[in-house]
């Protein structure tokens, strides 16, 4: 039998709302005498653990916002963001306290035990500090939601600052976002993505402001899942394609060995996925899956469901609520229908307009007409459905033809024997650039270049086909689920940077 009142667990551990609410409320007063003010910055280099939305819920009540860092992160990045942000008190999991005492020598660190390791104590101990503190008793401050770092693919990453907002107008925003990711009062939600990303973020802080049980996962792990699915209950779970693709490797007995039928709502965002993996998915778990899609800074602004996903293959949704979607060529005119061009988008008016940290320029430079641009090229249909094509900085033009690779990871896919791929341009003297593959590859799918070859060329223009194909089985992936391609292309950068000319 799972719990009838509302919890928050992870682990081995489980935290019904009261506890929850208090232990934040002496988290809150504990800020302010470590000297966090109202619109101060509070880090957080935390594995998925419940005290991670406590200490966000502590850092809105007095007006602050807090700063989850990327503990995948060396030092050196850690300290840009620390700098960067401002922080000035940095909760930190004991066996990250060695980067944190290397990127924030001059912060104040309190440290976060996991049980079965050993606290090494040369920070402020979590549990004794908190026991210290009295509840924190004065109003909620008015508090931007927590600053989430883009992943810095085009520069240094930057930190997406929110302006204020109330008590009220949170709530507010805490139960269209709910909405938004098809979360139901009483829904039992799980969370499975590392909460420094800014969509379990949102799931994990908002479905905690609206009173949700909440189950974490501490790492993702397929058939781990689908027992916790069992297990508790789960109505909702908010997954990144990268996660469909690992549940359909499990093994048909294994996915057929746990009971599924609690299950809702499946929601995916964070990056493109490709159609027949979502197609296999409603077919194995029902018409339940709904996407969003939107940016760090501008949130959720289209969505589908599973029904009008089937009716528009490949869609990525409509505008919710009153938010808007221009397509735009370079002079910045409107497209018509059907006609790729970047796309401009206008978030909800309940979502609170955004900077960034040390850099309001960008903010003004993404602008147009109320509309921001997240770098990302696509097309509206004649019934008002977004599709996406690429990014707009991954698009190869090779020969004077626009050509987006993930049209071309799509069609690698769609082969049984592909688990993988990455597809990019890399500068050519003939053709300005030509095409690249990654592909990780099933060994005993006895696949080979001109097997490759041959099965594009089944279902691309000649000129799609890459000129160079490589079998990869590390293609390198951000916890989010988005492939680090870029880092793949820098290796040929690099290299022709050095070979002689």
């Known amino acids: 039998m799972t719990e009838q009142v509302p919890m928050i667990r992870c682990g081995n551990e489980a935290r019904p709302y009261a506890e929850v609410a208090g ?13 966090v003010k109202p619109e101060g910055r509070v880090g957080l280099l935390m594995y998925n653990d419940i ?11 007095i007006g602050a916002a807090s700063v989850p860092f990327n503990w995948h992160l060396r030092p050196n990045e850690v300290r840009y963001l ?22 924030a020598p001059d912060r104040i660190l309190v440290e976060v035990a996991i049980p079965g390791i050993a606290p090494q104590g040369d920070a402020l101990l979590f549990e004794e500090w908190l026991a210290e503190q009295a509840p924190y008793a004065a109003p909620p401050e008015s508090a931007p939601l927590s600053v989430i770092y883009t992943s810095g693919t085009t520069g240094s990453p930057k930190g997406v600052l929110r302006e204020p907002i109330s008590p009220d107008h949170q709530l507010q925003v805490a139960g269209l976002v709910v909405q938004t990711l098809a979360m139901k009062p009483g829904h ?46 789960i109505n909702h779970v908010q997954l990144v394609p990268t996660h469909f693709v690992r549940l359909l490797a499990l093994p048909a007995e294994v996915r057929a060995r746990y009971d599924l039928s ?19 998915i409603i077919d194995w778990l029902g018409p339940i899956v709904h996407e969003f899609y939107g940016g760090t800074e501008t949130g959720a602004v289209v969505a589908s469901t599973s029904a009008e996903w089937l009716a528009h293959p490949g869609t990525v949704g409509k505008p919710m609520f009153d938010a808007s979607v221009r397509i735009l060529d370079p002079d910045r005119q409107p497209l018509p229908a059907g006609e790729s061009g970047e796309i401009f988008v206008k978030p909800p008016s309940f979502w609170p307009d955004f900077t960034f940290i040390g850099d309001p320029d960008k903010r003004a430079r993404m ?27 991954d698009m190869v033009i090779s020969g004077g033809v626009n050509i987006y690779p993930t049209e071309i990871e799509n069609a690698l896919l769609s082969h049984d024997g592909v688990r993988d791929a990455a597809v990019f341009g890399i500068p050519d003297a003939d053709l300005g650039e030509k095409l690249v593959a990654h592909i990780d590859v ?11 070859r041959r099965y594009l ?45």
């Not at 781990?224 to 209950?233: F, K, P, W």
């Not at 602008?367 to 690429?390: K, P, Q, R, T």
């Open 442 to 452: 099933d060994p005993d799918a006895g696949l080979d270049e001109d097997a490759i």
């Open 457 to 501: 060329g089944e279902q691309l223009a000649k000129f799609k086909v890459p000129r160079v194909i490589v079998f990869d089985d590390k293609l390198p992936r951000e916890a989010s689920g988005k492939l680090m391609k870029r880092r793949i292309r820098q290796r040929y950068l690099d290299a022709m940077s050095t070979s002689p000319s």
């Open 23 to 35: 232990r934040t409320a002496r988290i809150a007063s504990g800020l302010r005498g470590l000297g």
């Open 82 to 103: 620390v700098e960067n942000s401002e922080a000035s008190v940095i909760f930190v999991h004991t066996p990250l306290l060695a980067v944190a005492r290397e990127a």
């Open 188 to 233: 039992r939600t799980l969370v499975v993505a590392p909460m420094y990303h800014s969509a379990p973020n949102a799931q994990a802080a908002f479905a905690a402001k609206m009173g949700l049980d909440i189950t974490i996962m501490p790492r993702f792990d397929a058939e781990e899942m689908l027992a916790l699915i069992e297990r508790q209950r």
């Open 51 to 61: 005290s991670f939305i406590e200490v966000i819920g502590a850092a809105s009540l």
């Open 262 to 280: 609690s299950l809702e709502a499946i929601v995916h965002a964070a990056a493109p996925c490709p159609p027949q993996v979502k197609q296999q």
């Open 367 to 393: 602008d147009f007409e109320g509309h921001v641009s997240i770098g990302d090229i696509g097309y509206l249909d004649s019934d008002g459905f977004l599709y996406l094509n690429d990014r707009a900085i």
